[in-house]
């Protein structure tokens, strides 16, 4: 469920907190700092709510819902067939359907990110971190402010 309408109003403007699962690899990795910096400005601080953060385990994305019910769908709908453009492998991934009732919507996001993208501690300590007493380093939550 997408967090804002086409129109672009907010889905759930009585929220007041987001839960986020997140895989411990590539940018939105546990020891990202740049992940939760971005979290607090684009989420918590943009619209007013507490994100709170639960990390998978390194390794353990196995357990993560995603990469079942619609990773593995997706990867058997294009097997065999080479993947030589972006259009056509977009093609591929918004033609994943299911008896079920999934049906993929994908779209090409062509912004270029900049690499090599540092924050400093006194930044990080701007983001106001409330680190969870279960698992410290892969829960937490980040409130707005």
């Not at 049906?103 to 540092?118: D, E, I, M, S, T």
Request: net charge positive.
């Amino acid at each position: 469920m997408r967090w804002w309408r086409d129109d672009g109003v907010r889905r759930y403007p009585e929220a007041k907190r987001l839960l986020i699962h997140a895989d411990t690899g590539g940018s939105n990795a546990a020891n990202s700092r740049v992940f939760k910096v971005r979290l607090k400005e684009k989420l918590a601080d943009a619209f007013g709510i507490s994100v709170t953060v639960s990390h998978y385990p390194t390794g353990a994305s196995k357990w993560n819902p995603i990469e079942h019910r619609l990773f593995s769908r997706i990867s058997t709908n294009w097997a065999g067939t080479p993947l030589r453009s972006l259009k056509g492998m977009l093609s591929l991934i918004r033609g994943t359907v299911t008896k079920a009732g999934l049906k993929v919507r994908a779209l090409l996001n062509p912004r270029q990110y900049q690499n090599g993208v540092r924050v400093t501690d006194e930044e990080l300590k701007g983001v106001g971190l409330q680190r969870h007493e279960v698992c410290p380093a892969w829960n937490y939550t980040i409130s707005p402010g």
